[in-house]
């Protein structure tokens, strides 16, 4: 079920809808040097996903990317207990009930460095989206700051993409724009992740993609 992008970078595709979008989902496993696992956006846990996942290494980190994407992550904090729980520090107003370790942040360094780094999209404060660079891949990380769908079979989806001018491509939504309240600071946010190191682009929603996203991500923020 885990199909691998890299030796220690893995994905685990499910479906996903919501109001009416067709938008699939995406789980990205990252196995970190102790042979540890680190999760980023945690799909819905049942007894296959998680045989998947333990043959891969012990869970070690469940990381909530944005305060949009927690519908699993009780479920893996329950099953996996000594696992610590990552998330934006918005998600904890939002979620009384999850149990949080660490709250996000640009500066922190717990199951991230050398392997990852993460930078926060300042200037969208209700989606409090982290990025991530997991360096041995040269891969960057995004959630729902942009979507890379190219094929549907959602007329809805298909239809809303292209009046967004993202269907089949890398892209922020309309929606996404209509949160922005900083641009300046998102314009910041693009320029420091343009200057990562980074090839392939791994989002949540629709295909991951392999090669040039150094220029895919200039181009889907050049609204900015």
């Given amino acids: 079920m885990l199909r691998p992008l890299s030796n220690d970078l ?16 995406r789980m990205t496993v990252v196995r970190l040097p102790d042979g540890g696992l680190w999760l980023h956006s945690p799909v819905k846990l049942d007894a296959a996903v998680r045989q998947a996942v333990d043959a891969v290494g012990p869970v070690r980190f469940l990381v909530a990317p944005n305060i949009m994407h927690h519908l699993s992550l009780g479920d ?45 999209a300042h200037g969208v404060p209700k989606l409090e989206e982290f990025a991530f660079l997991h360096r041995p891949s040269r891969t960057l990380l995004l959630t729902d700051l942009a979507f890379n769908i190219h094929d549907s079979s959602s007329w809805l989806t298909r239809n809303y993409l292209k009046l967004c001018g ?17 641009k300046a600071a998102l314009r910041a946010w693009r320029d420091r992740v343009l200057s990562w190191d980074f090839d392939r682009v791994v989002p949540c929603h629709g295909q991951v993609l392999e090669r040039g996203g150094k220029e895919a991500m200039r181009d889907a923020f050049a609204w900015l």
């Fill in 10 to 25: 893995f994905v685990l595709d499910v479906p996903f809808r919501m109001k009416g979008f067709d938008l699939g989902g």
């Fill in 76 to 120: 893996w904090a329950a099953a996996y207990p000594s696992a610590r729980v990552l998330a934006p520090a918005g998600l904890r107003a939002k979620r009384k009930d999850l149990r949080i370790d660490v709250e996000l942040s640009d500066v922190m360094d717990v199951g991230q460095s050398p392997t990852l780094e993460l930078l926060l």
């Fill in 166 to 182: 993202a269907y089949g491509r890398l892209a922020p939504t309309w929606l996404l724009k209509t949160m922005v309240k900083d």
